[in-house]
């Protein structure tokens, strides 16, 4: 059957606002911000787990049972982003999840004020860069910036930046990568 995507956009703003006022209501702002550092963990194993996902979605699986499995996998997390993934999980909606993630990332910031920016580099920011970065990112989205910060070696240098599904890739590796596929092609 064909999915209608109104009805899954409305899904989807649906679940994320759900989890947002569970999560506001149980311990306001840092609960918050908490969901949404945890949907940065639960994301990969969501597409990492095909096993997870066949029973998450399997419709000969009753759905109290599927609910189940979601909160005993995801028990560690918050209990907002918990129910949420259960009840997504109850009606069949887990493909739904990385819209969700994303649409959470927007209701964040707009109830907030703030969005959330993750930055990437090779090593640790000075202040001079992370003031740069708040500034350009606080003028782009028009909110307060928290700025979260990773350090990955793997990147080689350069700096990679996301925020509210959207990225910017200025990695050595990326360019380096570019450069590869454009030699092969020549």
């Known amino acids: ?77 918050n209990v907002a982003l918990v129910e949420v993934l259960a009840v997504m999980a109850e009606r069949g909606d887990v493909d739904l999840f990385q819209r969700v993630a994303n649409a959470y990332a927007g209701v964040l910031s707009t109830k907030l004020g703030v969005t959330i920016v993750d930055v990437t580099t090779v090593v640790e920011l000075d202040d001079k860069l992370r003031d740069l970065i708040t500034k350009k990112a606080a003028a782009d989205f028009g909110t307060d910036i928290v700025l979260r910060e990773h350090i990955d070696k793997s990147i080689l240098g350069g700096v990679l930046i996301s925020a509210n599904g959207k990225r910017l890739n200025a990695s050595v590796r990326w360019q380096l990568d570019n450069a590869r596929i454009a030699l092969k092609k020549n």
Do not use: H, W
């Open 1 to 77: 059957m064909p999915k209608n995507r109104l009805v899954e956009k409305e899904k989807v703003g649906v679940y994320a606002e759900a989890m947002y006022n569970a999560a506001f209501n149980a311990g306001g702002r840092e609960a918050v911000i908490e969901v949404r550092d945890q949907i940065e963990s639960v994301a990969p194993i969501m597409r990492g787990n095909a096993k997870l996902m066949e029973t998450l979605k399997d419709s000969m699986i009753e759905p109290q049972k599927r609910a189940d499995v979601a909160r005993n996998v995801f028990a560690q997390c």
